[in-house]
């Protein structure tokens, strides 16, 4: 499903050039559930935000189902981007000034879906993540697992291929953080949907199937 | 999608409360300002618009060539008339009417009312032509046989209040106690956006009855205008106005001679409400003053554009966030700028709607600079409020293109990876903008202290003659027999606390020209000039304390038998000193004393040479009187008025007593430049409130990101003032480029402006001094609302936050 072949990332440091990867290959399947791991400034983040197409690599080739996603042009890029990948942040980055349905929905808005349609899709999410009697409140009104929630309910709404998540538990305590990962479990094997997450947690790291060794840009064994 | 936008941006707005408030508040000022000259510049250009066929109407008007010098008039000689109508083949139908402006007082059912030259002498043509709805009467006839009128029915409800229009017709309204006209006809009022506000017209035929109204009205001298003569022509949608101008002049010119030419011209009646050279009926708009107001409106409107832009790119790293989660989930670029614009486009709809509130006020504010007839109500008119619509989408466009980019701009990776501040665009264009905007503000500043400091001057000069205690008293202008005018005079004259009292002619001072040109001959040539001329009684000299440098005083004769002279006539007519001209003849009468030069205009005006004659049965009309000292809380003054009063009323008991001081006169000299001082201070005010406003925006938001700095620094031993200067040094810079950038073009513009006074007061460097410190004052205050607090907080709870 994702294959990155010779994949470097590198930033201008005065006159030399400070590099975050390099040379990496790579190859995930199809609902597969991926844990990067390795240690701070390893450059796991870069690689994931690499996969979700925030960041461009210096070099190499990226193909998302057998496609050149390097040599996509803009709007295609887009368009892969709302369709096929959702994200997770371990700040949960929902947005303060919407509601916790307002948040699921924009992904929806995004996509030129219609009314009625975002109106199944939000309701069918809360439903099944028990938040319905939640849907008006604010961010900041919910708790830090709440608030997890509504972000991997975001990211799933619009039915991706493949969910990225940066530390999606960093910022919660183990009880939270075991709910968290019991669900991208579920939706990894229920709803065939491709995990890939970053991690510290050995423990977070064992519900996944596969462990992907960062250090110091390259990949480990 | 638009719901979703729009709910971010009223939580937005209601989350940032502060910003949100200075934000709307500069842009209420803004649109305001607009709005307000919009409505004028809507009002004015619909006027006479309701007149059928307006584009094919012209109005013949004159233009007087005589020794060098030129006058234009709104009228045309009589003889004209009857060539229009039957000489020239484009004209399809010529109209034409008087303006009653000799008719003195007006008498109905025992009860007076004074002309308001809004009587005209008409016929049917000029009712058809203005498309006139009749109420009652028969429009054919109305107005064919003498002695009868047609009244609007405004007009009639004031002459006849509480009966009907059928109970008007057939009564009788009495003019100058002599022509008793029947009312034959009551019209509809047309629309208040027509130079047509004439509200009583009498029937052409009645010139005809009075000997009088034909000696003045049918003048057929070719040589004569009135601008009460007034000639409209329909002219054949096919005819060329410039063919039918050229019949005219064919006309004209066999009548014209060596010494006056008339030339004639038409004027679209599309124009005539805006040709001040042309004077229409009641009021003439000035184009030139409403670009004046447009450019206000205009600068008012950047302040609060720039505004808007500082403080939303100053603190759009609280946005910053969301930008960047928007587009992780899949939102592009444009998406966003569209959100930032929709939202922007909110504030400024919000923004219009209060508008709607404070424009009334405004206009009261603006009062003395719009048209005095000015419809409130019409701010409330679909096409006012289809430009305030209008206004605010553009509003939003162009304030919120520049941030909207910038906040659409932010990579989502840098903002969502990392938890320290970014900055929003570049710093250096909000300082520039905050110096485009304080010099605005600084330039109205400093061009309200020239105005204001030359109108001082302008009351405050030495005119050359006594103006204080002074008061004049204008006979009625009618009165055919002077006599009680002699009796009001002698009467005046012993009340005890009157100390002297001149029947003259115009006051030294006044507004307008009144000038003769007059001939002397000094052996080898003759000397021709214009020359001003008062016509005063020999008392006149003492009352107004002018100095009298050679020769003796006037006597007071009948008509003109000799001449005073100024020093600038003297000089005119070649003598080295004024007693050389003493005895010599002048326009035939000699020259018997000579008088130091005095103003007798506004300071625009240059003293000019000047006579003074004795005029007594023609020109003197106006008392002039002296009054002794005004007495513990003006008692004795009172008195006088009292005493006055009630001379007056023995002598003139069906005519309102009135006076004027001198002073009042003077200062009403400067009427346009008062209107300007008063729309400058106004200018000044919401400018610096405007841009103030702004910078106090911006203050708050730098003071708030340097909350934890400010607490290390005063932990490490600074004072409150070093953190208050500190935080104010930056944003002083603007306002010190803006202030730099101010003087030369203020110095400019106001020079320009003083050139046209031939008495001025300098341009001196402390008015600019003053400016800016008034200016520096403003933008410290300002600021000081938020630098102090901060500078003053504990270090203990700032720090503890973090």
């Given at each position: 499903m994702i294959q990155l072949q010779k994949i470097s990332k590198h930033?201008?440091?005065?006159?030399?050039?400070?590099?975050?990867?390099?040379?990496?290959?790579?190859?995930?399947?199809?609902?597969?559930?991926?844990?990067?791991?390795?240690?701070?400034?390893?450059?796991?983040?870069?690689?994931?935000?690499?996969?979700?197409?925030?960041?461009?690599?210096?070099?190499?080739?990226?193909?998302?189902?057998?496609?050149?996603?390097?040599?996509?042009?803009?709007?295609?890029?887009?368009?892969?981007?709302?369709?096929?990948?959702?994200?997770?942040?371990?700040?949960?980055?929902?947005?303060?000034?919407?509601?916790?349905?307002?948040?699921?929905?924009?992904?929806?808005?995004?996509?030129?879906?219609?009314?009625?349609?975002?109106?199944?899709?939000v309701a069918d999410v809360l439903d099944r993540f028990n938040m319905v009697a939640k849907k008006d409140l604010f961010p900041n009104q919910l708790s830090g697992g709440q608030q997890q929630l509504v972000g991997i309910a975001r990211a799933i709404v619009a039915e991706p291929r493949v969910i990225l998540a940066d530390e999606p538990t960093g910022n919660l305590h183990s009880d939270q953080a075991k709910v968290i990962m019991e669900l991208f479990k579920q939706l990894n094997e229920q709803d065939k949907i491709t995990i890939i997450q970053v991690t510290h947690s050995d423990l977070n790291a064992t519900y996944g199937n596969r462990i992907i060794q960062i250090r110091d840009g390259h990949i480990q064994g | 999608m638009f719901r979703n936008y729009f709910l971010v941006a009223i939580r937005n707005i209601w989350r940032n409360k502060v910003f949100s408030l200075l934000n709307i508040m500069g842009l209420v000022t803004?649109?305001?300002?607009?709005?307000?000259?919009?409505?004028?510049?809507?009002?004015?250009?619909?006027?006479?618009?309701?007149?059928?066929?307006?584009?094919?109407?012209?109005?013949?008007?004159?233009?007087?060539?005589?020794?060098?010098?030129?006058?234009?008039?709104?009228?045309?000689?009589?003889?004209?008339?009857?060539?229009?109508?039957?000489?020239?083949?484009?004209?399809?139908?010529?109209?034409?009417?008087?303006?009653?402006?000799?008719?003195?007082?007006?008498?109905?059912?025992?009860?007076d009312f004074p002309n308001n030259e809004d009587v005209?002498?008409?016929?049917?043509?000029?009712?058809?032509?203005?498309?006139?709805?009749?109420?009652?009467?028969?429009?054919?006839?109305?107005?064919?046989?003498?002695?009868?009128?047609?009244?609007?029915?405004?007009?009639?409800?004031l002459y006849f209040p509480g009966l009907s229009v059928d109970q008007v017709l057939g009564k009788q309204v009495l003019y100058d106690d002599s022509i008793r006209a029947t009312v034959t006809g009551v019209v509809k009022d047309l629309s208040h956006t027509t130079d047509f506000w004439f509200a009583e017209m009498i029937s052409m035929p009645t010139l005809q009855t009075n000997a009088s109204f034909k000696r003045i009205y049918l003048d057929d001298n070719w040589g004569s205008v009135s601008s009460s003569t007034q000639l409209l022509l329909k002219l054949r949608s096919s005819a060329r106005p410039q063919e039918a101008t050229a019949m005219l002049e064919k006309y004209i010119k066999?009548?014209?001679?060596?010494?006056?030419?008339?030339?004639?011209?038409?004027q679209p009646l599309n124009d005539l409400h805006f040709d001040t050279d042309f004077q229409a009926y009641r009021r003439t708009a000035d184009r030139k003053q409403l670009n004046i107001l447009s450019l206000v409106a205009v600068a008012l409107l950047g302040l609060a554009v720039i505004n808007f832009v500082n403080l939303t790119t100053a603190q759009a790293s609280r946005r910053a966030k969301e930008t960047g989660i928007r587009k992780a989930i899949g939102g592009t670029t444009a998406q966003l700028i569209k959100q930032f614009l929709g939202e922007t486009l909110v504030l400024t709809l919000l923004a219009a709607i209060l508008s709607l509130l404070v424009a009334p006020l405004l206009i009261v504010s603006f009062h003395a600079f719009l048209p005095q007839d000015l419809p409130v109500t019409q701010l409330y008119s679909t096409p006012v409020l289809t430009f305030l619509f209008a206004?605010?989408?553009?509003?939003?466009?162009?304030?919120?293109?520049?941030?909207?980019?910038?906040?659409?701009?932010?990579?989502?990776?840098?903002?969502?990876?990392?938890?320290?501040?970014?900055?929003?665009?570049?710093?250096?264009?909000?300082?520039?903008?905050?110096?485009?905007?304080?010099?605005?503000?600084q330039f109205f500043v400093i061009a309200t202290l020239v105005v204001s400091k030359q109108i001082h001057f302008s009351l405050n000069k030495d005119l050359g003659f006594r103006k204080d205690a002074i008061l004049t008293i204008t006979t009625p202008w009618l009165d055919?027999?002077?006599?009680?005018?002699?009796?009001?005079?002698?009467?005046?004259?012993?009340?005890?606390?009157?100390?002297?009292?001149?029947?003259?002619?115009?006051?030294?001072?006044?507004?307008?020209?009144?000038?003769?040109?007059?001939?002397?001959?000094?052996?080898?040539?003759?000397?021709?000039?214009?020359?001003?001329?008062?016509?005063?009684?020999?008392?006149?000299?003492?009352?107004?304390?002018?100095?009298?440098?050679?020769?003796?005083?006037?006597?007071?004769?009948?008509?003109?038998?000799?001449?005073?002279?100024?020093e600038n006539a003297v000089r005119a007519f070649g003598f080295r000193r004024p007693q050389d001209a003493i005895g010599q003849m002048v326009e035939g009468h000699p020259v018997v004393g000579v008088v130091g030069n005095f103003n007798v205009g506004s300071m625009r005006r240059e003293i000019p040479a000047l006579a003074i004659g004795s005029d007594a049965l023609r020109s003197h009309r106006t008392l002039h009187v002296r009054l002794r000292s005004a007495g513990e809380g003006g008692v004795v003054w009172q008195k006088a008025f009292a005493g006055m009063e009630k001379a007056w009323k023995e002598i003139y008991p069906r005519d309102e007593f009135s006076y004027e001081f001198l002073d009042k006169t003077v200062e009403n000299l400067y009427g346009q430049e008062r209107r300007m001082g008063n729309l400058l201070n106004w200018c000044s005010g919401l400018a610096i409130f405007i841009s103030v406003i702004g910078l106090l925006g911006l203050v708050i938001f730098t003071t708030d990101q340097r909350t934890r700095e400010i607490g290390i620094r005063k932990v490490l031993g600074a004072t409150v003032w070093q953190v208050v200067r500190m935080l104010t040094t930056d944003f002083m810079k603007p306002v010190l480029v803006a202030f730099l950038l101010a003087i030369p073009c203020s110095w400019w513009v106001m020079n320009q402006w003083l050139q046209s006074f031939a008495y001025r007061t300098g341009l001196t460097w402390w008015v600019f001094a003053a400016g800016g410190v008034i200016m520096a004052i403003m933008a410290l205050t300002a600021m000081s609302v938020k630098t102090v607090r901060a500078a003053l907080s504990n270090p203990v709870n700032t720090l503890k936050t973090e």
């Open positions: 930033y201008p440091v005065g006159f030399g050039k400070n590099e975050i990867l390099k040379d990496v290959d790579l190859t995930i399947e199809e609902g597969e559930f991926v844990s990067i791991m390795g240690p701070s400034g390893s450059g796991k983040s870069t690689l994931l935000h690499i996969l979700g197409l925030l960041e461009e690599p210096s070099a190499g080739q990226y193909l998302f189902q057998g496609e050149r996603v390097d040599k996509m042009n803009e709007k295609k890029r887009t368009q892969l981007h709302r369709g096929a990948i959702g994200f997770v942040f371990q700040a949960y980055h929902l947005i303060d000034e919407l509601t916790v349905y307002e948040n699921i929905e924009t992904p929806l808005l995004y996509k030129s879906l219609s009314g009625s349609e975002r109106k199944s899709k | 803004g649109i305001s300002a607009a709005l307000v000259v919009y409505l004028v510049v809507y009002y004015e250009s619909g006027f006479n618009k309701s007149v059928p066929e307006r584009n094919d109407i012209y109005r013949v008007v004159s233009t007087i060539s005589f020794s060098g010098d030129s006058v234009k008039n709104s009228g045309v000689p009589v003889p004209v008339i009857a060539v229009a109508e039957g000489n020239i083949p484009q004209v399809e139908k010529a109209v034409h009417f008087f303006v009653n402006n000799t008719t003195a007082r007006i008498t109905v059912d025992g009860k005209i002498f008409a016929d049917r043509n000029y009712t058809d032509m203005l498309g006139y709805e009749w109420l009652g009467g028969n429009a054919a006839t109305a107005l064919s046989q003498p002695l009868s009128v047609v009244l609007t029915k405004e007009r009639a409800r066999e009548h014209n001679t060596k010494d006056s030419k008339t030339a004639l011209s038409l206004l605010a989408i553009v509003v939003a466009l162009v304030a919120g293109i520049y941030p909207a980019y910038v906040l659409a701009r932010f990579q989502p990776v840098v903002v969502l990876k990392s938890n320290t501040g970014h900055r929003g665009g570049k710093v250096w264009v909000r300082q520039t903008l905050t110096a485009v905007q304080f010099t605005i503000a055919p027999d002077p006599s009680r005018r002699r009796l009001l005079e002698g009467r005046i004259a012993a009340l005890p606390e009157v100390d002297k009292v001149s029947l003259s002619g115009r006051t030294p001072i006044m507004s307008g020209w009144m000038s003769i040109t007059m001939k002397y001959n000094n052996g080898r040539q003759d000397i021709e000039k214009s020359v001003e001329v008062r016509y005063a009684d020999s008392a006149y000299l003492p009352v107004y304390h002018l100095r009298l440098l050679a020769g003796r005083n006037i006597t007071t004769t009948d008509s003109v038998r000799e001449w005073l002279l100024n």
